[in-house]
């Protein structure tokens, strides 16, 4: 019964009907203590279900809840490794197994240090219970009767309730109609890699996505080029213009691909920039403003963000893609800014590797994330196991080429597009 100590400590009641997926999610990452990098209210530094929108717009999320590859996407997204296994490519017995093993992580002794948790996804007719799909997290397990503790987050319909293993096992085979796959259950547990200091994707992860379709030929043209015999100018040079269309996509309600704490950077901001900028600054905490800070500094000594400004200026793209520039000038009184040539070398640095390592080669040193310094090293591999997550979950696995350090899938890479699945 470890497990059920600190998660009754975030235990909450889901605020819309189909919200199980983020509630239950909100419950993890609390529970887990993996830091969202900005504040929620007040002073603190805590995740809410409104935090949750890397994977699928909210008001989606509302109408139609969450697929099972969607959460595993957002789980991923927000600083967690995720071991996905489908009911159906797996046993009972292996099932029980799995829940054994996480309660034995956190047992009763390690309460307060819990490590790893367990979320089960199934359909509520199999519990005798009104609705369809469901998303729960496991409070504990009792050997004696074989059963679980459901700690039910839709707590208008249901309080904490036990089931027993094969119950609920069998209650995860029935296909999603949405999906037309069997459900799962998910072992959750936080990232070794330090959390995103700065940079969060977003946006890629529309199924009718047309920034999705436009990175993906983006993607598709830089691998054909790096295969011919242009030089590493011209190519880096084609890498920053379709990279700079993409951060300018705004893509109306779903927003840009790249965004910051600070605030999203697009066209749309443009006329409102110094009103936006002073509200997002402020809900910032001064010590992880001056996190941004190094970060911003680390950047700026690569040798790929001097490339970047240099291939700018030249073009005078400076002037075709206005900077949304966010400036600080309260940490240790120094003066920092924030604009498109420190997104777009961290967009290139994090992205382009995952794309074809052929590309890496032929631009040379300018690549090599090898030897730099945390927290941008850290921020890199962050940002690159965000991409794989939303690779995953759009079935774009075969457009990156090191896929899923974070997301170990027990399944067959499923592709096409998928609807939702809610909770109600």
Request: with cysteine.
């Amino acid at each position: 019964m470890g497990c059920f100590f600190p998660l009754i400590e975030q235990f909450r009641t889901q605020d819309e009907p189909a919200y199980c997926g983020v509630s239950t999610l909100t419950m993890i990452l609390n529970a887990l203590q993996v830091d969202p990098g900005r504040l929620w209210k007040g002073p603190w530094r805590w995740y809410s279900e409104d935090m949750l929108d890397c994977c699928k717009p909210l008001e989606e999320v509302k109408l139609k809840g969450l697929t099972y590859d969607e959460w595993a996407c957002l789980a991923l997204c927000n600083g967690l490794q995720v071991s996905a296994t489908r009911a159906a490519d797996t046993t009972e017995e292996k099932f029980r197994e799995t829940v054994k093993s996480v309660s034995r992580c956190c047992g009763s002794e390690e309460k307060a240090q819990a490590t790893q948790f367990l979320v089960v996804t199934y359909t509520r007719k199999g519990l005798g219970q009104t609705g369809s799909g469901h998303f729960t997290p496991i409070g504990g397990y009792d050997p004696v009767s074989d059963s679980v503790l459901l700690l039910d987050v839709a707590r208008f319909k249901y309080p904490p309730h036990w089931v027993t293993i094969p119950v609920l096992f069998k209650a995860m085979q029935p296909l999603d109609p949405d999906t037309k796959k069997s459900r799962g259950f998910f072992v959750i547990s936080k990232s070794k890699h330090q959390s995103k200091i700065l940079f969060r994707l977003k946006g890629l992860q529309h199924p009718v996505s047309q920034l999705k379709i436009k990175f993906t030929r983006l993607l598709e043209t830089l691998r054909s080029k790096a295969k011919g015999s242009r030089n590493k100018e011209e190519i880096l040079e084609d890498i920053v213009s379709g990279c700079l269309d993409v951060l300018d996509s705004d893509e109306g309600q779903h927003g840009p691909l790249l965004t910051t704490v600070i605030g999203e950077f697009s066209r749309s901001v443009e006329q409102k920039t110094r009103k936006f900028q002073k509200w997002h600054i402020e809900m910032v905490p001064r010590k992880h403003m001056e996190a941004i800070r190094e970060l911003v500094h680390e950047i700026e000594h690569t040798s790929l963000y001097a490339e970047v400004q240099k291939i700018m200026k030249t073009k005078l793209w400076c002037d075709e893609h206005p900077s949304t520039s966010a400036h600080s000038k309260h940490v240790h009184r120094e003066t920092f800014s924030i604009s498109k040539p420190h997104l777009l070398t961290v967009l290139i640095l994090a992205v382009v590797p995952r794309v074809t390592p052929k590309i890496k080669e032929i631009l040379g040193s300018c690549m090599d994330t090898e030897n730099l310094k945390d927290p941008l090293k850290s921020e890199l591999i962050s940002l690159a196991d965000s991409w794989d997550g939303l690779c995953v979950y759009t079935g774009s696995v075969d457009d990156c080429s090191a896929i899923t350090s974070g997301l170990k899938k027990n399944e067959t890479k499923s592709k096409g597009k998928k609807s939702g699945c809610g909770c109600r």
